[in-house]
């Protein structure tokens, strides 16, 4: 029944490491999104897909790289991993054709860079 | 200077209380107005959205105010309880910015105490 999922929720890691947080929506929604979140709170956009389609690319440093396998899916891959990197990033999904482009979001990735 | 500004920053209630949050915001033109619940641990979860042609929409508990004119706009709680505990985050779009694109605030955080 989950609309935007998000695994893994939690990741641990050190410095240095590449990893990789995936996200599938079983909404039909033709956009996707990846959002970052601050200790402050504070949401920021990084990238967003349109039907496969990189539309957003917001100043994030080019160790991160999205990935959009089809419609449902926006994986998110991070290189070099930084301590600055730690976070919590969304996935969200809407279809830009609706009336208010409502955006559903998942549940997070906790990131944790020791 | 973010074009979405909330207060207050955190607000404690008691149980039964109601409470007023407000948004200030600049982005100009102004597509739609949505205020967010994020849950602790959670992504944010939709409450209400409006155009500029609407002055308010309820949605249970939780009515959000629109004045277009003065750029702000107000989300008010009714009788609070235990699970209103969330942070609400009021978000803006532009048509400048392509529909899928929102300015976010940086959250109200209430907390309701029994």
């Known amino acids: 029944d989950t609309a935007v999922s998000q695994t893994p929720k939690y990741l641990v890691t050190q410095m240095g490491n590449d990893k990789s947080i995936k996200c599938e929506q079983n909404l039909g929604h033709d956009t996707m999104y990846w959002y970052k979140q601050d200790s402050k709170k504070f949401l920021k956009i990084m990238f967003s897909y349109n039907n496969k389609e990189l539309i957003i690319n917001e100043t994030v440093p080019n160790r991160f790289s999205p990935k959009s396998p089809d419609k449902a899916h926006l994986n998110l891959h991070i290189n070099s991993l930084e301590l600055g990197d730690s976070a919590v990033y969304f996935c969200a999904s809407s279809q830009i054709s609706g009336t208010y482009n409502e955006q559903f979001f998942g549940p997070g990735t906790r990131l944790t860079v020791l | 200077k973010n074009q979405v500004e909330q207060s207050p920053q955190s607000l404690i209630i008691l149980e039964g209380k109601n409470c007023t949050l407000q948004c200030n915001y600049t982005v100009s033109p102004f597509s739609n107005l949505r205020w967010y619940k994020q849950d602790t641990g959670r992504g944010p979860v939709s409450l209400t959205i409006?155009?500029?042609?609407?002055n308010t929409k309820s949605n249970g508990r939780y009515t959000a105010t629109l004045d277009a004119d003065t750029k702000q706009s107000s989300l008010h709680i009714t009788a609070s309880q235990l699970s209103d505990s969330a942070s609400y985050i009021c978000v803006v779009t532009s048509p400048d910015y392509g529909n899928n694109r929102l300015a976010f605030g940086k959250g109200n955080q209430v907390v309701v105490i029994p």
């Open positions: 409006m155009t500029f042609s609407e």
